[in-house]
């Protein structure tokens, strides 16, 4: 008796071991990740010196992992067990109600402190310059309610605050919290993914137009269309929550009639549209504002009023621009993430003599590029 | 190379237990004494050599001390020679930067701290090698005459780098002939996977409660949230530990070999003296054999006797770490025992088990608080929000965050500390018969190690997996 459960177990533990390996060898390993979004480890090449040193073995290590059959069976595994486990949030990703995911905000320390003052030294050397600053909250905060039971992340208007004390009074502060609350009841976040929607972005623009006294665009001079439904974003990818059901993607055409030449000044490529299609076959469909991101994008559009705009951004601008696009002859779309020229002389260069920071919450409490501003 | 990792798991063991039972008898000693020096230079290459070292300093030593057995003195000089060199290692190595600091402390000076990496395992392996002098001195174990068979001995994988601590003598006679057999390599897997159950599944979660509130801004903290994460700590290291055990105890049935058990249920313990000889047995047996004993225990003058505790618990403390921190932590179980020593064991045994247990675990848990902070002054700041002595709330909002995220977590935890499940399994064991027993041996049992595999796996793969938010950011 003792013995056929003990052979039954030896077997059970070789024959797992072995088909996981065997998986891994016959399954050809993969460039990319779409579902983390990132390159994956290759074989390493021998080398006796960083065998001696001890990369080699932590690059085979990490070329093992990355390339693990399977991956995401795994981690979606997981995630079903923590969630068994009565956890409200796997990987730093909150399970809120309806479907939403949050990104949990921490504490941004000094760092909303600090890069405010850079843009107050900007502000500073670029007198003759209009600078405005929007930063939007993220759905943590426009939707907390929504957030498990006696979940506490850090609050966003606190930061929010901090910035608006901080900023000089020459730098006009859009404060585009309340106007998304107002509409909140709208589809303005998405639900499983890190941006707000062009929806979103919307309300977004009409906040930014009202503070400059631009005459915007009612919302009836678009035309809406969904271009995807199965929108799976980058918080879903952390949590892996199988049961989270997919978002979709919102776009505003306007009825009016204008024209844009789009150029992607790091790749050389140039279009007329300010949407990129293909990303909708992919699983970062966010990528269809604006081709993602970009080092460099100027945009000219058949609005011959002479007036430029230069926006340093992080990725919630892409869904904005198509807004504010039909305002601006020019728009020179610069992110400081991957630009690393001088700013100066690109503004004089261009004759800028207007310049809008556009960033969400969580990107500038984190954010490390700002400081190229003053280069 | 640890072995909660994947490549540990499905390639370094696979392939060690292929080679390792192909080749003959003969030939695999040096099959493990290869596979563990790999093992062992996976991280850190450079260690290896410190290894090697070791085991032919040993092994001289002990070819030495068998050569003048007949002469007291020289063989004592052998037996010291070899203490010597192996505490000057493990002090070179783990404790010249904290002497530094003292000394820059005391008298001014300002010299620089050496930071050197510290070897992987070394308090673990300078403490066997030292036994296997010490045994071959004493005639407790005969010399090892064949270099290959005390290499293995002293590199040997599954205790190397976190224990326990095999002491020479217990394992002698294995390393040359032992015996693997069909039920002993099953029984090696399966306390290999509740071992790595405990570590992956259980230590690894609650210490995610554990750093989420050691993070938290000591005036943010409340007092229940402070003992929930004192209490998260002391399930994390005792589930760290004890499934390490388990894991190189089960490794070693897989390899023939039957090492003591190093933790027997140490949080059931009624008190402080209860809970020593549960915890880290390997440890405790060891400085009882060769510190303690020899000093004079117990059977000298009472000063003597209470001076001998407490050298042991201060060097128990720094054995810990090269921190003050821990020469607290120590003395403070020194004193506590010292004190139940005294008369308290009596006055606690006639309180009853209830009000034992709830002391013992109310000093444990106290205790970890000294272990857990390098700074002193941290875990005395911790303690007071503990105590509410800091003006703190007493709960908040987010005290019932982590009650309803780890509620389920922890009450597994308690259960898994006891015995609980292991005296089921024997009632059932016994009480089931014919099919019915079938069906549990081949169904459940399987079944519940499938699962910790499955479920290790998984979590494994989680903690690699890796998403960007911002591609190229």
């Known amino acids: 008796m003792k013995n056929s459960s003990n052979k039954i177990i030896i077997i059970m533990f070789i024959v797992f071991l072995l088909s996981v390996n065997i998986l891994n060898i016959v399954i050809p390993d993969k460039e990319f990740s779409e579902l983390e979004n990132r390159v994956l480890s290759q074989i390493p090449k021998f080398q006796l010196n960083k065998l001696l040193s001890g990369q080699f073995t932590n690059k085979f290590e990490e070329y093992y992992v990355d390339q693990f059959s399977y991956r995401e069976f795994w981690v979606g595994f997981k995630a079903k067990v923590e969630k068994l486990l009565n956890k409200t949030e796997n990987n730093g990703i ?59 992340p850090y609050d966003q208007l606190d930061s929010i605050k901090v910035m608006k004390d901080k900023l000089n009074k020459s730098v006009e502060f859009i404060d585009v919290y309340e106007t998304l609350m107002k509409n909140k009841d709208e589809y303005i976040y998405f639900k499983t993914d890190h941006h707000w929607t062009m929806r979103g972005a919307y309300y977004g623009y ?55 030449e789009v150029s992607y000044k790091d790749t050389n490529k140039s279009t007329n549209s300010l949407y990129e299609s293909s990303h909708l076959e992919e699983k ?31 990725s919630y601008s892409h869904s904005f621009i198509p807004f504010l696009v039909n305002h601006y002859e020019e728009i020179h779309v610069i992110d400081l993430r991957y630009y690393n020229l001088s700013i100066n002389d690109y503004l004089e260069k261009n004759n800028i003599k207007e310049v809008l920071f556009l960033y969400n919450v969580s990107t500038f409490s984190k954010d490390n590029n700002i400081r190229k501003i003053n280069y | 190379m640890i072995f909660s990792s994947l490549t540990f798991l499905f390639i370094f063991l696979p392939m060690t237990l292929l080679l390792y039972f192909i080749f003959p008898r003969k030939i695999k000693n040096i099959i493990l004494l290869i596979a563990s020096l790999i093992f062992y230079a996976w991280g850190e290459p450079i260690y290896i050599l410190l290894m090697i070292f070791s085991s ?84 407790e174990a005969p010399v090892q005459r064949n270099p290959i068979a005390l290499a293995t001995y002293v590199t040997l994988f599954p205790q190397l780098i976190a224990g326990p601590i095999v002491r020479y003598q217990t394992v002698a006679s294995q390393i040359n002939n032992r015996k693997e057999t069909i039920d002993k390599f099953a029984e090696g897997i399966k306390r290999f996977l509740i071992g790595l159950g405990k570590k992956v599944l259980l230590a690894n979660n609650i210490g995610m409660l554990w750093s989420s509130v050691q ?8 007092v229940v949230t402070a003992w929930l994460g004192i209490i998260a700590f002391s399930f994390q290291i005792y589930f760290d530990f004890s499934g390490y055990s388990d894991m190189a105890i089960g490794l070693g049935k897989m390899f023939g070999f039957d090492f003591l058990e190093n933790f027997n249920y140490p949080y059931i313990s009624k008190n402080i003296t209860e809970f020593w000889r549960r915890w880290h047995i390997s440890l405790g047996t060891w400085f009882k054999d060769y510190l303690y004993i020899p000093m004079g225990g117990n059977r000298v003058s009472k000063v003597k006797a209470y001076r001998n505790l407490f050298i042991v618990w201060f060097l128990t403390g720094l054995w810990h770490g090269a921190s003050w921190n821990f020469v607290v932590w120590g003395l403070y179980f020194g004193i506590i025992i010292a004190i139940e020593r005294v008369g308290f064991l009596k006055v606690l045994k006639r309180l009853g088990k209830p009000i034992g247990h709830f002391y013992a675990m109310f000093v444990v848990t106290v205790g970890w608080v000294f272990f857990v902070f390098d700074k002193l002054n941290e875990g005395i700041e911790y303690l007071k929000v503990m105590f509410g002595l800091n003006n703190v709330q007493f709960y908040n909002g987010q005290t019932f965050y982590y009650i309803i995220n780890y509620g389920l977590l922890l009450i597994a935890l308690i259960i898994f500390s006891t015995p609980f499940i292991t005296k089921l399994h024997s009632k059932i064991m016994s009480k089931a018969d014919g099919s019915l027993k079938i069906l549990y041996e081949n169904g459940v049992i399987i079944g519940f190690y499938f699962i910790i595999l ?20």
């Open chain 1, 94 to 152: 909150y399970f809120g109600e309806n479907g939403y995911l949050f990104e949990d905000y921490e504490s941004p320390g000094n760092k909303i402190k600090d890069n405010t003052e850079i843009i107050n030294e900007f502000s500073g050397k670029h007198p003759d310059i209009a600078t405005y600053f929007l930063l939007v909250p993220n759905s943590i905060k426009i939707y907390e309610e929504k957030l498990p039971l006696f979940a506490s």
């Open chain 1, 206 to 260: 009409t906040a930014l137009a009202k503070e400059l006294g631009l005459n915007y665009y009612k919302m009836d001079s678009f035309n809406s269309r969904i271009v995807s439904k199965n929108f799976l974003g980058t918080y879903y990818s952390k949590a892996q929550d199988w049961s989270i059901s997919s978002d979709s993607i919102e776009v505003f055409y306007p009825k009016f009639d204008i024209q844009y």
């Open chain 1, 284 to 314: 970062d469909k966010y990528s269809y504002f604006l081709d993602g991101n970009h080092a460099l994008i100027t945009i000219n559009t058949s609005i011959k009023n002479g007036k430029k705009i230069a926006i340093f951004k992080d």
């Open chain 2, 56 to 139: 032919i300093v040993d092994y001289i030593h002990g070819m030495l001390i068998e050569r003048y057995r007949d002469d007291g003195i020289k063989a004592k000089l052998a037996v010291i020679s070899s203490v010597i060199i192996n505490l000057s290692l493990l002090s070179f190595f783990k404790y010249s930067d904290f002497f530094i600091l003292n000394i820059n402390y005391l008298i001014g000076t300002s010299f620089d701290t050496l930071n050197l990496s510290l070897p992987i395992g070394i308090s673990f392996y300078t403490f066997q090698t030292m036994s296997y002098t010490i045994d071959v001195y004493r005639g």
């Open chain 2, 215 to 222: 993070n938290t801004p000591q005036n943010e903290l409340t």
């Open chain 2, 454 to 473: 499955i479920l290790t796996t998984a979590y494994l793969v989680d903690a690699t997996y890796n998403p960007f938010l911002y591609f190229r950011f």
